[in-house]
């Protein structure tokens, strides 16, 4: 654990307020949820709850069957980082922080699909160009952006029909309404 040598007081209703620095560095913004762990010797622990990270095995086997039926790599993502990929190495994507190219997709609740004379993809991960979205479709639950579903290439002008974009947007819904059960 890393010491920030920030210290905040409780307030008389038990709140904590998170520094702003600590708040951009880590992407929590307003309503996002928190989970709360305890150590025994009296630590208690933030950490940024990802509810699509919790599908964890089910998100690689669903990534896996997209990709197989499409021949395209497929990435799954919370609204942070990438949680499943196949079709891709999974060691350069997995767990790696989304673009902000992509997070600004997710914000906006859109679907993105390179179009003939767009420019290209959108990066996948922060600070790498090696891997470029052809389609990205958020995965909506409850009317929350959690997620996104992507499929993606190692090339930036990736040609995306209207078939990859369908199976992005059925798959991004399935995963949503999943989540709310």
């Given at each position: 654990?890393?010491?920030?040598?920030?210290?905040?007081?409780?307030?008389?209703?038990?709140?904590?307020?998170?520094?702003?620095?600590?708040?951009?560095?880590?992407?929590?913004?307003?309503?996002?949820?928190?989970?709360?762990?305890?150590?025994?010797?009296?630590e208690?622990?933030f950490?940024?709850?990802?509810?699509?990270?919790?599908?964890?095995?089910?998100?690689?086997?669903?990534?896996?069957?997209?990709?197989?039926?499409?021949?395209?790599?497929?990435?799954?993502?919370?609204?942070?980082?990438?949680?499943?990929?196949?079709?891709?190495?999974?060691?350069?994507?997995?767990?790696?922080?989304?673009?902000?190219?992509?997070?600004k997709?997710l914000?906006?609740?859109?679907?993105?699909?390179?179009?003939?004379?767009?420019?290209?993809?959108?990066?996948?991960?922060?600070?790498?160009?090696?891997?470029?979205?052809?389609?990205?479709?958020?995965?909506?639950?409850?009317g929350?952006?959690?997620?996104?579903?992507?499929?993606?290439?190692?090339?930036?002008?990736?040609p995306?029909?209207?078939?990859?974009?369908?199976?992005?947007?059925?798959?991004?819904?399935?995963?949503?309404?999943?989540?709310?059960?």
């Amino acid at each position: 654990m890393k010491a920030t040598g920030i210290v905040r007081r409780i307030d008389d209703l038990g709140r904590v307020v998170i520094p702003k620095e600590i708040r951009r560095v880590l992407r929590i913004r307003e309503g996002d949820p928190l989970e709360i762990f305890t150590e025994r010797d009296g630590e208690v622990i933030f950490k940024k709850y990802s509810p699509i990270g919790e599908l964890g095995e089910f998100a690689a086997d669903y990534a896996e069957t997209l990709a197989k039926t499409s021949g395209v790599p497929v990435v799954i993502t919370d609204k942070d980082n990438v949680i499943a990929v196949s079709g891709a190495p999974k060691k350069e994507l997995v767990e790696k922080r989304i673009s902000e190219d992509v997070e600004k997709m997710l914000e906006k609740k859109i679907i993105f699909a390179i179009e003939a004379g767009d420019k290209g993809g959108v990066p996948v991960v922060s600070g790498s160009e090696k891997y470029f979205a052809g389609v990205v479709a958020p995965i909506v639950s409850e009317g929350d952006t959690i997620g996104s579903v992507m499929m993606v290439s190692e090339h930036e002008n990736m040609p995306v029909g209207e078939v990859e974009k369908k199976l992005c947007q059925s798959a991004a819904g399935f995963l949503g309404k999943h989540m709310e059960e």
